[in-house]
């Protein structure tokens, strides 16, 4: 498994950016983010093949997670993006298929892709 997470960069806050995970397979898919000095942070997650989903409440609404088992990928589109948003977002898998909020749910991380929200 190499799960490869991309798409972030610099946004104006209120714009949308929609990040990409690789090699999803047939695991539960979760989205995770980690700010500067702040601790790894749960922000979606979905199961395989994709009719359970679950989300940060912070993120609700905005936030998007969905996949396409045909291309073994996972997105997350990001709309009315805060500067609160600001982070390092990574791509995990897990065996059990199902979704997830903690990091012992996950057996396989990608190294993540940064989204910077400008006010």
């Known amino acids: 498994v190499q799960l490869q997470a991309s798409g972030g960069g610099l946004v104006q806050a209120g714009g949308s950016l929609r990040l990409s995970c690789a090699d999803s397979?047939?695991?539960?898919m979760g989205w995770f983010r980690q700010a500067p000095g702040k601790e790894r942070e749960f922000v979606a997650a979905?199961?395989?093949?994709?009719?359970?989903?679950d989300y940060l409440s912070s993120v609700k609404g905005r936030f998007t997670i969905s996949r396409d088992n045909v291309k073994n990928t996972v997105y997350l589109q990001m709309n009315s993006l805060e500067p609160e948003d600001t982070a390092v977002y990574l791509c995990a898998a897990s065996n059990l298929q199902t979704v997830g909020r903690t990091s012992s749910h996950y057996n396989y991380w990608g190294p993540g892709t940064l989204v910077t929200v400008s006010s």
């Open positions: 397979g047939r695991f539960g």
């Open positions: 979905i199961s395989f093949p994709g009719r359970k989903t």
